[in-house]
């Protein structure tokens, strides 16, 4: 398994902050499926002893108004 910080690309730490995947190389384009209909795109990656991941929310769970 593999654990990945994810930030936004403004630095700021996504929700959720780390992630554990079997997948070892994560490219840009890549989506990371979440709860509840959320799905983080990954724009970016910075390797290094905590390789981290820059998502962007690609969707959200739509408002029940």
């Known amino acids: 398994m593999f654990t990945y910080r994810l930030r936004h690309p403004d630095g700021t730490s996504a929700d959720p902050p780390t992630i554990?995947?079997?997948v070892p190389?994560?490219?840009v384009g890549d989506t990371i499926p979440l709860r509840q209909g959320e799905t983080l795109h990954v724009v970016g990656l910075v390797a290094g002893d905590e390789p981290t991941l820059i998502v962007e929310l690609a969707s959200s769970p739509?408002?029940?108004a």
Request: hydrophobic share 45%; net charge neutral.
């Open 62 to 64: 739509t408002d029940a």
């Open 20 to 22: 554990t995947l079997a």
């Open 25 to 27: 190389n994560m490219r």
